[in-house]
């Protein structure tokens, strides 16, 4: 058996450390990670750091030819293959409002949901008891988010679906854990849309990439269904569980405009 990791956004932020520690061991003895993302630049350099042979797929996730590709590779490495981790990072999100995001809203939908679910399609054609999912999702999906509606219903989809899945899934030993981080220092921030309502959320802070694939690793090999990496985000997941949600939608607002204020003076 031929054990593999495939993981998408794999050229930078949260997608590459994934790489980085798949390949150090974190997630056991792996034969070859698939790293997936648009840069072919920037993948190879990821594969010039590894100890692990990479396979490169230059691949736009958003096109339904992506994926045609993906099954033809897979198809084509079928013998005594096995997908050990597949791990869906890549992903972005657009702050304002949803008339200001505009297009970009419907490329949203396809990266962050659409992607997700055409991967562990294809992906669990080659999975075995074992194998292991973890799918990004974001703090976000915790609490419908106006100023960013769009995303935050991408990554409610991407837990629920993970959920959902993990279920589905156990009795022949394949879990998924859907992981809800904080924001990081990673591109995602590079072109964030209406500066203004990126301002009004970043209240919550940030947590490093680092710790937080650490975690998602943890948690994924233990069989969590969801991994809350960071502890502050595991309180406020607790408080929306038991607080109306208008009333902890209107918190967070009061909470951005309390920040927004602190850090204008």
């Given at each position: 058996m031929r054990d593999i990791a495939i993981v998408s956004g794999a050229s930078s932020?949260?997608?590459?450390?994934?790489?980085?520690?798949?390949?150090?061991?974190?997630?056991?003895?792996?034969?070859?990670?698939?790293?997936?993302?648009?840069?072919?630049?920037?993948?190879?350099?990821?594969k010039a750091q590894c100890h692990t042979p990479v396979k490169v797929l230059a691949l736009d996730l958003t096109s339904d030819d992506a994926f045609k590709t993906l099954a033809s590779e897979l198809?084509?490495?079928?013998?005594?293959?096995?997908?050990?981790?597949?791990?869906?990072?890549?992903?972005?999100?657009?702050?304002?409002?949803?008339?200001?995001?505009?297009?970009?809203?419907?490329?949203m939908v396809k990266l962050n949901c659409l992607a997700v679910v055409e991967a562990c399609y294809q992906a669990l054609l080659y999975m075995?008891?074992?194998?292991?999912?973890?799918?990004?999702?974001?703090?976000?999906?915790?609490?419908?988010?106006?100023?960013?509606?769009?995303?935050?219903?991408?990554?409610?989809?991407?837990?629920d679906f993970s959920r959902a899945l993990d279920v589905e899934l156990g009795p022949v030993g394949i879990h998924v854990t859907a992981v809800c981080p904080k924001f990081m220092h990673t591109k995602?921030?590079?072109?964030?849309?209406?500066?203004?309502?990126?301002?009004?959320?970043?209240?919550i802070g940030f947590e490093d990439p680092r710790t937080c694939v650490r975690e998602s690793l943890r948690c994924a090999l233990r069989g969590k269904r969801v991994a809350i990496t960071s502890p502050d985000v595991r309180v406020?997941?607790?408080?929306?569980?038991?607080?109306?949600?208008?009333?902890?939608?209107?918190?967070?607002?009061?909470?951005?405009?309390?920040?927004?204020?602190?850090?204008?003076?």
């Open positions: 932020g949260l997608g590459r450390e994934f790489v980085r520690q798949l390949d150090l061991g974190a997630g056991g003895p792996l034969d070859e990670i698939w790293a997936i993302a648009r840069n072919e630049e920037a993948l190879n350099e990821v198809a084509a490495a079928a013998d005594g293959l096995n997908v050990q981790w597949l791990v869906n990072c890549a992903g972005f999100g657009k702050f304002g409002t949803f008339e200001e995001v505009g297009e970009a809203n419907a490329s075995h008891a074992g194998s292991r999912i973890v799918n990004i999702a974001s703090a976000a999906a915790l609490l419908p988010q106006p100023g960013l509606s769009t995303y935050g219903a991408t990554k409610r989809f991407v837990l995602f921030l590079d072109k964030p849309g209406d500066h203004g309502a990126l301002d009004r959320v970043l209240w406020m997941n607790a408080v929306c569980k038991v607080v109306p949600t208008d009333l902890a939608m209107a918190l967070e607002a009061k909470l951005g405009e309390w920040y927004t204020q602190r850090n204008a003076r």
